[in-house]
């Protein structure tokens, strides 16, 4: 551990590399806790995973989770976070938090988000006053909130936009980072992690990337992707972030934690992830298991005295089954609890899965176990068998 990386709260050391893909397991330490990855990081959206406690996340061994900045910002505020000491305190979770920069909320919320050199400019959804994010001030609420990795406010744009716009934001992308970097009043326990940016022009993300390399910076975000692109180019993307980053720190790829996603894209080399997904479906009825979805609501189901994977150990499959599980599911919030649970638990056996099977050696193999669990007639999407072969996996 260099003396700079423990200025940075953050160290990293990577402990096994796939001899055919790009994959790799590496610790991560963060001020709250150590992480191994690749792992998935459940939302938790304002200061609590909606339906779960973080009890019950600390017992399946959940080491890293995230909130949004956006929401925790207006409630309960940087204020009163800063007297309750923080969010770690605040919400009873003395494990590790990522907080997002606040901006793509903004954005993807806010009809009236304004961009200009300042920063984002928006209308509150409570008063309809005119408010402005600037980095400096997303910096300023994420000290406040205290997480152990914080994230620069990046110019988005949406990920199908093409043309100038795009190659304005990736250089605005990098203009705030330096602001950010600026404004950082917890460099000793917050570790601000750049993005990379540039849409699906590869020219631009890779000189994205190479400048945000130059910084001063533990970590990197990979950003801009996973809104409604086409695959073939979402992959192809991923891969050429990874290839233009340092090996010797971590990467994140924002937005992103579909099973097969996660399963491609760590074979490309990305080492965390976070999406609502898992926790969103669940309220909707649905639980993921290896050979794809359930969607509990379903008729089928209801004389169903199995749990929702014999497999999980989760202690919703522990306890009930998937008759009961139908019986409650869209009626009761104690069902989006149970399947929550379950869901989480899920992704993160699946994470445990990818790292035992890379430590091993065997990550090839459990990749093609994994897509043929999840496509027994061999149907598998086009792209994820492109980006698999770009890193010498071929699908049986
Ligand atoms: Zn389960």
Redo the contacts with the bound molecule.
């Keep these: 551990m260099s003396a700079t990386r423990k200025a940075h709260a953050l160290s990293f050391k990577v402990l096994a590399e796939c001899s055919t893909t790009k994959a790799r397991v590496s610790k991560l330490i963060l001020p709250h806790h150590e992480v191994d990855t690749p792992v998935f990081m459940p939302v938790g959206t304002q200061g609590t995973l909606k339906a779960m406690l973080p009890d019950q996340l600390e017992e399946m061994d959940c080491q890293i989770i995230l909130g949004n900045t956006y929401h925790l910002g207006h409630r309960p505020g940087p204020e009163l976070l800063e007297k309750a000491g923080g969010l770690h305190k605040f919400m009873n979770w003395n494990r590790n938090l990522l907080t997002d920069s606040g901006g793509f909320q903004m954005v993807s919320l806010l009809k009236l988000a304004e961009i200009t050199e300042e920063g984002v400019k928006f209308e509150s959804p409570h008063d309809g006053s005119t408010m402005m994010l600037t980095p400096e001030k997303s910096i300023e609420i994420q000290n406040s909130i205290g997480a152990d990795i914080i994230m620069q406010l990046d110019d988005v744009v949406h990920s199908t936009t093409t043309g100038p716009r795009v190659e304005e934001a990736m250089w605005r992308t990098i203009r705030w980072l330096d602001r950010c970097l600026k404004a950082h009043a917890r460099p000793h326990d917050q570790s601000i992690f750049p993005i990379v940016q540039g849409g699906l022009d590869a020219e631009l993300r890779k000189k994205c990337a190479q400048e945000l390399t130059k910084r001063d910076v533990s970590g990197f975000a990979i950003g801009g992707l996973s809104g409604g692109e086409e695959k073939s180019q979402f992959w192809r993307m991923v891969s050429l972030s990874t290839d233009h980053l340092p090996g010797d720190k971590p990467r994140y790829l924002m937005g992103v934690g579909f099973a097969v996603d996660l399963v491609v894209c760590c074979a490309l080399g990305c080492d965390m992830f976070d999406c609502v997904y898992p926790t969103r479906t669940a309220r909707f009825g649905t639980?993921l298991v290896p050979t794809g979805l359930l969607n509990l609501k379903l008729e089928k189901f209801s004389q169903d005295f199995r749990?929702?994977?014999e497999n999980?150990?989760?202690?919703?499959?522990?306890q009930y089954t998937r008759s009961y599980l139908h019986t409650i599911a869209g009626h009761k919030p104690v069902a989006a609890q149970l399947i929550t649970?379950?869901n989480v638990?899920?992704q993160l056996n699946l994470m445990r899965g990818i790292r035992k099977s890379i430590m091993e050696n065997t990550f090839p193999k459990f990749v093609q176990d994994f897509m043929s669990a999840l496509f027994p007639s061999k149907d598998y999407p086009e792209w994820s068998v492109e980006a698999l072969a770009s890193v010498n996996v071929t699908l049986r």
């Excluded at 150990?313 to 522990?318: A, I, K, P, V």
Aim: aromatic share 6%; hydrophobic share 20%; glycine share 6%.
């Design positions: 639980a749990p929702i994977d999980c150990g989760c202690s919703t499959c522990s649970v379950h638990r899920y």
